[in-house]
């Protein structure tokens, strides 16, 4: 009995610099989700899931090797592609998003919404995801390789032609 | 414009519509609700199931 009360002390310490991580990753997890399955509730139950299945690994001692950014997102990328196999809810595959969308999604109509609405549609669903990654997240070829499961060249093919597809539709930048 | 003040352009473009959807980001919760999974839509949606199990048992015949 007595030995509870480090354990707990032990584990209050490693939440608390877990939770630092969590709240400083969260937007950016929670709007990674939201570009892909596009719908509020689906994106913040899935962002969460991550958050507990992330933290279950980091308690285990498995927590991120490199920036904890792009682990949160592969473990979030993981769940929704994991979520569409099985669910008999729509869940979009981050590879065919592009084809489905639910327009139950209350942001939907935002103009905000409608811009990456209208970049998605002039992109394969790979270069829209490479191009996310590295112009809205920031990651490197070799994260996004990691994330996508593609080499570090296979993520800059894929980034330059997007940009390519992306120089014929000027509107986007309009 | 070259393709390296395209990229920059999309770039400042992607991150300014980001952050217009900033304002409907929810907070992050509380880890301790998290874990708990208050009000997450799974447990929604359990209960979604359980209230049809019920209205199908106390159907009046």
């Given at each position: 009995m007595g030995e509870a009360a480090p354990v707990s002390t032990r584990e209050l310490t490693l939440n608390a610099g877990f939770e630092e991580l969590?709240?400083?990753?969260?937007?950016?997890?929670?709007?990674?989700?939201?570009?892909?399955?596009?719908?509020?509730?689906?994106?913040?139950?899935?962002?969460?899931?991550?958050?507990?299945?992330?933290?279950?690994?980091w308690q285990r001692g498995r927590g991120p090797r490199g920036d904890p950014m792009a682990w949160l997102f592969l473990i979030a990328r993981r769940l929704v592609i994991d979520?569409?196999?099985?669910?008999?809810?729509?869940?979009?595959?981050?590879?065919s998003v592009d084809r489905t969308f639910d327009?139950?999604?209350?942001?939907?109509?935002?103009e905000a919404?409608?811009?990456?609405?209208?970049?998605?549609?002039?992109?394969?669903?790979?270069?829209?995801?490479?191009?996310?990654?590295?112009?809205?997240f920031d990651l490197?070829?070799?994260?996004?390789?990691?994330?996508m499961g593609l080499s570090a060249a296979g993520v800059r093919t894929n980034l330059s032609r997007a940009v390519a597809a992306l120089r014929a539709h000027p509107e986007v930048l309009s | 414009?070259?393709?390296?003040?395209?990229?920059?352009?999309?770039?400042?473009?992607?991150?300014?519509?980001?952050?217009?959807?900033?304002?409907?980001?929810?907070?992050?919760?509380?880890?301790t609700t998290l874990l708990v999974g208050v009000d997450r839509p799974r447990n929604r949606d359990?209960?979604?199931?359980?209230?049809?199990?019920f209205a199908l048992v106390a159907w009046p015949r």
């Open positions: 969590y709240v400083d990753a969260w937007p950016r997890l929670y709007r990674y989700v939201w570009l892909f399955v596009r719908n509020h509730e689906d994106a913040e139950d899935v962002a969460a899931e991550a958050v507990r299945r992330a933290l279950g690994a979520r569409h196999r099985r669910s008999p809810i729509r869940w979009l595959p981050l590879s327009g139950s999604n209350s942001l939907g109509d935002s919404a409608v811009w990456f609405d209208q970049l998605r549609s002039n992109l394969s669903p790979r270069q829209h995801e490479a191009l996310l990654l590295r112009y809205l490197s070829d070799e994260q996004i390789g990691h994330l | 414009m070259d393709t390296g003040d395209f990229e920059r352009e999309l770039r400042n473009r992607m991150k300014a519509r980001a952050a217009e959807l900033d304002g409907s980001t929810p907070p992050a919760p509380r880890l359990r209960k979604g199931r359980f209230g049809l199990a």
